[in-house]
């Protein structure tokens, strides 16, 4: 059982996927500073200072109005739809880098392949390089000789 699981463990595609779930984990953390740390103070300020981050509907009445969502979640039962739009921004972000690196990579096959696809001329033998030769001597010859008989 201990050699069946190495043999799986150490398989290229587990260690593929390995290697992309690590990068997707590292690629998700840049995405979402981007998202919180630049995106949203921009979009904050172009709306006149909105932290969407805070935005959020009490669903308790134990839940004081003013107060910032993670306060607000320790107080009650809170809706954070500005939690949802952030979320939602991050994953549309993500989604849209990973179309362009699909695409770029689709665009790189198909150049392999129609690269690869283009048929090389076939080698000629050289015997009949040879017989292609003596004809094309032959009718040379034949147009020397019926020029010179008329």
């Known amino acids: 059982m201990i050699e069946e699981f190495k043999k799986f463990a150490l398989r290229g595609n587990v260690v593929d ?3 992309g779930v690590v ?3 590292a ?3 840049i995405v979402a500073s981007l998202v919180a740390d630049v995106i949203m103070p921009i979009i904050g300020a172009i709306t006149g200072g909105l932290d969407f981050s805070n935005y959020y509907i009490p669903l308790s009445s134990k839940v004081q109005s003013g107060l ?5 979640k320790k107080q009650g039962a809170v809706l954070g739809y500005g939690q949802f739009l952030t979320v939602l921004l991050n994953f549309l972000i993500v989604a849209f880098v990973l179309f362009l690196v699909i695409r770029a990579m ?5 150049a392999q392949d129609a690269k690869a696809d283009v048929p090389k001329a076939p080698e000629i ?3 009949v390089k040879l017989l292609a030769e003596i ?14 008989v008329r």
């Open 17 to 19: 996927l390995a290697v």
């Open 23 to 25: 990068i997707g984990a």
């Open 27 to 29: 690629f998700g953390a």
């Open 68 to 72: 910032s969502y993670v306060d607000a």
């Open 106 to 110: 689709n665009q790189l096959l198909r």
């Open 125 to 127: 033998p050289a015997d």
């Open 135 to 148: 004809r094309d001597q032959l009718t040379t010859l034949n147009a020397h000789m019926g020029s010179a």
